[in-house]
């Protein structure tokens, strides 16, 4: 039962526009202002003008450049002219004219030679201008991607991410070095030649300036209907893309359910959509060149006919005529190159947007950020790690609310114990303590300091966090641990992967600890990325760890053997723990049950069995059936 | 080459109209100058008409006198422009058919035969890279047949003509060309030959980049919970610059290009100017002859460099070509092709499963057998748990009911009959898998279920639901069954997502129900009632469960333990807690502590 092509374009055109969230329980929350069409273009050509206005004086240097190169093209042309009347030039001895010959062909190497640096130069120092500023443009915006909040993270998809720094960028770069200089460029060489032709022939020029209307008028015409197609074109491009994706990543689903036919089928209608828009786009965009450089020929028809008729009648020079046709096809040629340029320049600015849009975002602490007394006095004497919740309540967004009046409080050293059904909302609570998100009432403190008067990385360099899903980097494993604190040393770091009995299956890679490991550990097991990301906490000296389903793919014997390793990393420290296997809890100082966003039950193992209520039905649900 | 005829031959017209088209261009664009010439000496100079061409004279006869004959040349310049305007939308036109209609055959193509891979398929290539061979590569082929449509006659054309013309107008100085044009081909050889390594580079480099920001951001929640946002920035800073060194190395080399050619363009003129001086003094070459010429190599010596151009927009198609091809020539492993019409209507009657002595390795020439001579067999209607650590084969074993993979040795029989001697088709539609990684599409959570069963009512699908514990939370969203999952359905909980996938694979009333892992995060009772769903409404279906919770297998009919690929026991939970070492041991660290010493 293939889908129609409408609901195809909507969810495949929604799926790559606006993309998918993270983890925790939250639903997606849609960012505004992501559509193609730029928006505020001036403002935008602004702040990009900022990158490149850094290099003043290299583009006052290139502008000399281009003066220069674009005058000694134009001179070039110019004087073959009076070479050609003093060589025809009869009535002067033979070897004189050779002479002069000489002299003007010297000159016109000079003059070409001049050129041909000049225009070297300028290539190349606006190469060199166009490259730092978009390596200026990835660099900031990488800077402020690490400032921003999770809540970003969970609305932005990794690929809409990725894309602002390669497409996005490149066409930027691409505005900056190529059409930017053809602009400049094609403005000099236009007003020039304008000059030269006043110079010629002021009839003439009427007859090209007449000219001008209509190959604007048809420039405007074709560009318009090519942008048009080519936002349509892109929004198909889109839905393919984005089923292509979803499809090949789901492929295995697909042969289980047999469910190949249908796909081709939905594939077939998207790609045959693609196919009507995608001609209409590359027509248009095709047909821009052909239009307006033929236009130029029949103002070069024009302009040789009225100049032949000038010349019977006015008495106009020969030599004029054919000098001021080839002016005219000089003339119109920036204007095509110009309009040719139009769709990258729509490129350029559209991608300047979206990743203005992404530098515009709040980030995490504004700069006017200072941590209040407290706070001060707090990182003097160091967190010791008592942890109190009071009536926290929270939601990743307004209408839907996840945690509803927590109160809890962990004494410094404790064990605290979260359970509950997924979506419960115990990854919630632990991503609160250490800010991924900021409550929005209730307070949470830390050694009775609000953590919101903490600074951030203060806060999270006490807490250490394994998280449910594994995540390592591409590097060593050795990079790899120390990742936790970077000033650890070697001997450090393999205590810390005994600790995490990670230690036995290093010494098993190839490598050891200077194995590499590429693609987010593709090499190893998910239980051997778990003992990593353990070993990785375990370096870390914070008084707050939190353990998020930290031993789920760890299977139940290696689990055992890890046990008194995770005593010792839970030792003196302050431990959220979150597991599905209730024996993990079990021996925790106080285990919350959590349902719907409330603590329903609390208490010791032993309290909460005597209790008989949800905890005890969750324990005995197992040893029921044992 | 004559792989990708298939995709040319269906559009030959267009593939041949486009360059034709263009051609129109070329010629007017050659004659255009000649019709000026002829205003300038016939017209307004007056010279002697007959030295003219035949066609010159004619025009000249009909309009009688200089001015009008001024007028008639005019207007068949502005007709041959219109011409060539003509030739020009032309070309545009069907080089944009052949383009896009070769590319979306291709896409088609390749698309369809991703689909018929195989698992072994899908695993040698990432999903990453058969993504971007799909979209980018695509992409580039179809950019460059446009391209290649316009320029392929029009840069040999211009080249062509201008030699003729040059020759036509100056023999001696055509000797010139004999020396320049070499120069400028060995030139461009070496351009390109230096400039495609520094873009491999910088392909590499731009790779780097993008790994190190998706690295990040996909680990953002490591980065700042151990506050390293400064190291970060530091590795990507020195990737970044490292990319932009790469850019300058390989753009330096295409900003060097213009200016070389240009001078060497110069160079040229500046010699047919002495030697064409020379013979102009010498009264062997006339004025317009020698601007004329001067035209003709201006225009050779563009298009030699407008071919080289081509050479590097060439090599990069090409390597998206060979990335293309990789896909279209990959070998199918598994495939209905050598079914017998029998077999192909064979359907999955029972269910009984039995493996003999099967063995299997990833990769043909490894040394480790992910399974080893594994035996055993299963009766319809029993309910089978497989336990063991991670990366002993349990995945793989189940894998082969379904001719997810093939065994390297032995057979897999289902009713007695080997699964090879079943269409897949038939093999799957009997068999309901849930994988290990669950995935669910964008769409709504009915629309989901429906993969399972495409004409289900509505009944059905809450049915199914129900029994995979799924319909109270379903029924509990605002939009109940239609509530939209995003890409990967995201927006449910673990829990929730391996439960509608349950149900997904309930709603085929498969014969055979394989569970991989798939209730790891589904909370103990209620993975209980599930099973116990299973029980009462697929009694005569065969069940495999993969688990690693004791509790998940404990009620099994048969208890199967895996160790690095072999079978270290089998029975029912009694009697492997009494002989089998293994499950014991994973048995007493899942139980009480207490009970366990």
């Not at chain 1, 070409?112 to 290539?123: C, D, F, N, P, T």
């Not at chain 1, 921003?148 to 505005?175: A, H, K, Q, V, W």
């Not at chain 2, 030139?187 to 980049?209: H, M, N, S, W, Y």
Request: hydrophobic share 40%; with cysteine.
């Amino acid at each position: 039962m293939a889908r129609s092509l409408e609901e195809l374009q909507k969810r495949y055109n929604k799926a790559a526009a606006a993309p998918k969230r993270g983890m925790g329980g939250g639903r997606r929350r849609r960012v505004p202002g992501e559509k193609g069409k730029p928006k505020d273009t001036k403002k935008t050509i602004k702040r990009l003008w900022a990158y490149v206005a850094k290099y003043k004086w290299k583009l006052v240097v290139v502008l000399i450049c281009m003066l220069f190169s674009t005058s000694s093209a134009l001179l070039g042309s110019y004087i073959m002219r009076p070479i050609i009347n003093t060589v025809a030039d009869s009535s002067t001895p033979a070897e004189e004219r050779l002479l002069s010959l000489a002299k003007t062909i010297g000159l016109m190497m000079m003059i070409y030679g001049i050129g041909v640096i000049a225009s070297y130069l300028q290539q190349r120092i606006m190469m060199k201008v166009s490259l730092s500023a978009s390596e200026a443009l990835r660099n900031d915006l990488f800077n402020k991607l690490q400032s921003l909040p999770i809540r970003f993270f969970d609305s932005e998809s990794t690929g809409g991410i990725m894309s602002r720094f390669t497409n996005d960028i490149d066409n930027i770069d691409m505005m900056m070095h190529s059409t930017l200089t053809q602009l400049v460029s094609g403005t000099i060489s236009l007003i020039g030649t304008f000059c030269f032709m006043i110079y010629t022939s002021r009839w003439l020029t009427l007859v090209t300036v007449a000219f001008i209307p209509l190959l604007l008028k048809g420039g405007s015409f074709i560009a318009k209907r090519s942008s048009k197609y080519y936002v349509s074109q892109q929004s198909a491009l889109g839905a393919i893309n984005g089923y292509i994706e979803e499809m090949v990543s789901g492929q295995k689903v697909i042969k289980v359910f047999n469910h190949e036919e249908d796909c081709i089928e939905e594939f077939d209608k998207l790609n045959a959509d693609m196919r009507g828009k995608q001609l209409g786009a590359q027509f248009f965009g095709g047909i821009m060149g052909p239009v307006l450089g033929n236009t130029t020929q029949i103002c070069y028809a024009v302009t040789a006919g009225v100049g032949g008729l000038l010349c019977l009648f006015k008495g106009f020079d020969v030599g004029g005529v054919s000098v001021f046709a080839g002016y005219s096809r000089e003339f119109s040629r920036p204007i095509n190159s110009l309009s040719q340029q139009t769709s990258t320049i729509f490129a350029a600015l559209a991608g300047a947007e979206r990743v203005f849009n992404i530098m515009d975002r709040e980030p995490e602490d504004d700069e006017s950020f200072t941590e209040s007394d407290n706070a001060k006095a707090l990182r003097s004497k160091g967190i010791e790690g008592r942890v109190e919740l009071k009536d926290v309540t929270f939601g990743y967004n307004p209408e839907k609310t996840i945690l509803k009046h927590i109160n809890l409080t962990a004494e410094p050293g404790k064990k605290v114990a979260f359970v509950g059904s997924t979506g419960a909302g115990k990854t919630t609570i632990t991503n609160l303590i250490n800010r991924f998100y900021d409550i929005e009432s209730g307070s949470i403190t830390v050694d009775g300091v609000d953590i919101r008067e903490i600074s951030r990385p203060y806060l999270r360099e006490n807490t250490a966090m394994v998280l449910q899903d594994t995540h390592l980097f591409t590097g060593t494993v050795m990079e790899n641990i120390r990742y936790g604190r970077p000033d650890a040393t070697d001997e450090e770091v393999i205590e810390a992967a005994k600790t995490a009995s990670a230690h036995s299956f290093i010494m098993r890679l190839s490598e050891g600890y200077n194995t590499v490991l590429e693609g987010d550990g593709a090499n190893l097991s998910q239980g051997q990325r778990q003992l990593l990301n353990i070993a990785r906490a375990a370096i870390s000296k914070a008084p707050i760890l939190i353990l998020d389903e930290a031993t789920s793919s760890v299977d139940t014997r290696t689990e055992k053997h890890i046990e008194h390793g995770m005593d010792r990393l839970m030792k003196n420290r302050t431990t959220f723990v979150i597991a599905h296997r209730l024996s993990t809890v079990r021996n925790a100082d106080a285990i919350m049950v959590l349902e719907h966003g409330e603590i329903i039950e609390r208490g010791t193992h032993d309290e909460l069995l005597e209790m008989k209520g949800r905890y005890y039905e969750l324990y005995t649900g197992k040893v029921e059936l044992d | 080459m004559k792989k990708w005829m298939k995709y040319v031959k269906p559009y030959a017209a267009y593939f041949i109209l486009g360059p034709l088209c263009m051609i129109v261009e070329v010629i007017g664009e050659v004659i255009m100058p000649k019709f000026l010439a002829n205003i300038i000496d016939y017209g307004a100079s007056g010279e002697d008409i007959s030295k003219a061409s035949a066609v010159i004279r004619k025009i000249y006869e009909i309009a009688g006198d200089r001015s009008p004959f001024i007028i008639a040349v005019m207007c068949a310049m502005i007709i041959t422009a219109l011409l060539m305007m003509i030739g020009g939308v032309g070309g545009a036109w069907y080089g944009a058919k052949a383009s896009v209609n070769f590319a979306a055959d291709l896409r088609s193509d390749v698309f369809r035969k991703v689909q018929k891979f195989s698992f072994a398929n899908i695993d040698k290539f990432s999903t990453g890279s058969l993504v971007t061979r799909l979209t980018n590569d695509i992409t580039q082929m179809q950019n460059f047949i446009n391209m290649l449509l316009r320029m392929c006659l029009r840069a040999p054309g211009m080249l062509i003509g201008g030699v003729i013309m040059a020759i036509l107008v100056s023999p001696t100085l055509t000797t010139i060309l004999l020396i320049s044009v070499p120069i400028v081909v060995v030139g461009a050889v070496l351009f390109i030959k230096k400039a495609l390594p520094r873009f491999t580079e910088q392909q590499a480099k731009i790779d780097a980049v993008n790994s190190t920001v998706q690295e990040n951001v996909t680990n953002i929640r490591v980065v700042k919970s151990f506050v390293r946002e400064a190291f970060e920035k530091s590795k990507f800073g020195k990737a970044n610059s490292e990319l932009k060194m790469s850019a300058t190395r390989a753009m330096s080399i295409i900003i060097a290009l213009i200016p070389a050619a240009t001078l060497g363009m110069n160079i040229v003129i500046m010699a047919i100017f002495w030697f064409g001086g020379k013979m102009l003094i010498n009264g062997t070459m006339t004025t317009g002859n020698l601007t004329a010429f001067v035209t003709y190599i201006i225009q050779i010596l563009s298009s030699l460099v407008m071919v080289a151009g081509m050479f590097i927009f060439m090599s990069r198609a090409f390597a998206s070509a060979r990335r293309i091809r990789e896909v279209l020539d990959e070998e199918i492993d598994i495939n209905d092709d050598n079914i017998s019409e029998k077999d192909s209507k064979r359907a999955v009657q029972q269910g009984n499963i039995e493996f003999r002595n099967v063995s299997f390795r990833y990769y043909k020439d490894s040394k480790e057998k992910v399974l080893d001579d594994i035996s055993f067999s299963i009766e319809a209607g029993k309910t089978v748990g497989i336990i063991g650590s991670t990366g002993s084969g349990k995945t793989t074993l189940v894998s082969m009911i379904a001719r997810l993979y093939d065994p390297d040795e032995g057979q897999v029989l289902i009713d007695g009959i080997d699964v090879k001697n079943y269409s897949l088709y038939n093999l799957r539609e009997g068999v309901g898998f849930v994988l290990q990684k669950n995935i669910l599409f964008s769409g709504t959570i009915e629309d989901n279920l429906r993969w399972g069963n495409q004409d289900a009512s509505m009944k059905e699908i809450r049915k199914s639901a129900a029994f995979a514990q799924a319909d109270t939370f379903i029924t509990d969203f605002n939009e109940g069954y239609e509530t939209v999952l995003d890409q990967g359905g995201t927006n449910v909980s673990g829990g929730q997502k391996q439960r509608i996938c349950i149900a997904r694979a309930l709603l085929k009333k498969p014969k055979i129900l394989v569970l991989d892992d798939s209730t790891s995060a589904v909370d103990t009772a209620t993975e209980a009632r599930i099973r116990e769903a299973f029980a009462d409404e697929l009694k005569d279906s065969t069940k495999i469960i993969i688990a690693q919770r004791i509790s998940s297998v404990k009620d099994a009919d048969l208890i199967i333990v895996m160790n690095d690929g072999k079978i270290t026991g089998m029975g029912t939970h009694d009697e492997m807690l009494e002989k089998n070492e293994d499950y014991s041991e994973i048995y007493y660290s899942q139980v009480d502590r207490k009970e366990a010493i």
